[in-house]
């Protein structure tokens, strides 16, 4: 319990759901964080983000959590589930190819180096 007690003093950021995947990618990355640094165990960290649902999130939850018998979600699992709803492939590779695409053009050296840094997360590889 003094986990999710710590956790919450960070003030972990709240989802909201709906058809912005950056913002779902970024709540994503924002969490992982706040895990990393309070090096939370495996266990807890479904429970502590589905904690954080809001509105249509929240409703989305309602229909995906385990019920009675079912196993329990892990971290991984559970991020699976809501790429496919909030993160869908087609988005993923339209920011991996904005990313490939990336030219300076008219942008400054540090303009462009941020807009490289932004958009190097789509591209991973």
């Known amino acids: 319990m003094d986990v ?3 956790f919450n ?3 972990p950021p709240k989802f909201q759901g709906g058809a912005d995947s950056l ?3 970024e709540w994503v990355r924002r ?4 895990f990393e640094i309070k090096e939370c165990p495996e266990r807890y960290k479904v429970a502590l983000a589905s ?3 809001e509105g249509e999130a929240e409703y ?7 019920r009675g018998e079912e196993d329990r979600l892990t971290w991984t699992r559970l991020k699976e589930l809501m790429d496919r709803n909030y993160y869908p492939k087609d988005v993923q590779r339209m920011k991996e190819r904005e990313f490939l695409g990336l030219k300076q053009g008219n942008l400054s050296v540090m303009e462009y180096a941020c807009k490289f840094n932004e ?4 591209a991973p590889h």
């Open 31 to 34: 969490l992982e964080n706040l």
């Open 51 to 53: 904690y954080e649902f």
């Open 119 to 122: 958009l190097s997360r789509f």
């Open 9 to 11: 003093k960070l003030k």
């Open 23 to 25: 913002k779902y990618e």
């Open 4 to 6: 999710i007690c710590q």
């Open 60 to 66: 989305w939850w309602s229909t995906v959590k385990p």
